[in-house]
């Protein structure tokens, strides 16, 4: 009997594997029809690109952070003031977290690609932008044991359908290796976006609004943990992420975003 059956079994193989093959070849052949009638768009400028969103000539506008920076929040300094000098900032105000990286300042091609990422649907420009931060947070990735998103509440979560922080920090697992841990860290309550809000109120906003999850604990403590982001500003959300995951015993706690704010700017985000 299973003699007679294995030459159909094997047919069905076949058929299955053949329809796979056609179902994927369709799909390439239908990307490629869509990108001849309607290309791709720079972001930026709306010019027709090939790639990942952003033109030879705005990716030159983007701006780098590159050494010198204060090795607390790595806001990039002017001229290199000598090893492990700290930025006024980190003096005055030194946060809950270890060190802070960012691929890029915050200005009008960065605020684009994250205001197309995180409110347009564009989750095509993370793979791009999450190696950019994988490069620019190297030193902290070659230390860390574990990535961790900044969450959003659950119900921002559902009408947004994504969240824009671990689409980028599954890019830089993908890059790195480090592990993912989406679930760890939750946003205990909702809170009020953080645009138009002075530095004291963002720090209010967020006040004991993030916590790990039973199930997180074993995940975070002992580890060295990197907090992934897309945009530092007065640093509120993620010092609030990161007194959570210390409370839980965290080693330490870096931080790692796409872009942030410097030299006084005040773009809205």
Not at 3 to 29: I, M, N, Y
Not at 139 to 155: F, Q, S, Y
Not at 238 to 267: E, I, M, N, Q, T
């Amino acid at each position: 009997m299973d003699a007679e059956a294995s030459p159909s079994r094997s047919l069905s193989t076949h058929f299955r594997s053949a329809l796979t093959a056609c179902r994927v070849a369709w799909s390439h052949a239908a990307k490629l029809a869509l990108d001849i009638a309607l290309p791709t768009l720079c972001v930026s400028c709306r010019e027709p690109v090939d790639g990942e969103g952003v033109c030879a000539k705005c990716w030159a506008r983007l701006s780098f952070i590159a050494p010198p920076y204060c090795p607390r929040l790595g806001i990039p300094f002017v001229y290199d003031p000598g090893p492990d000098m700290l930025s006024m900032e980190a003096i005055a105000n030194p946060p809950a977290y270890a060190r802070a990286r960012a691929a890029v300042r915050y200005d009008d091609v960065a605020r684009t690609l994250v205001h197309a990422l995180k409110y347009q649907d564009r989750t095509d420009l993370a793979p791009a932008m999450g190696r950019w931060m994988a490069r620019a947070g190297s030193e902290l990735l070659n230390e860390a044991d574990v990535l961790i998103p900044v969450p959003l509440h659950w119900r921002r979560a559902w009408r947004r359908r994504y969240n824009q922080s671990g689409a980028l920090a599954r890019v830089i697992e993908r890059q790195t290796g480090v592990k993912l841990a989406p679930e760890a860290l939750k946003r205990i309550r909702p809170t009020q976006q953080q645009i138009g809000l002075s530095r004291p109120q963002r720090a209010s906003n967020v006040q004991g609004a993030f916590k790990v999850a039973n199930a997180g604990q074993a995940v975070i403590a002992g580890r060295r943990v990197v907090l992934i982001d897309d945009v530092l500003t007065s640093g509120a959300t993620v010092d609030a992420c990161a007194r959570a995951l210390l409370r839980a015993k965290a080693a330490a706690v870096d931080v790692l975003v796409f872009a942030r704010v410097v030299d006084g700017h005040k773009a809205p985000i």
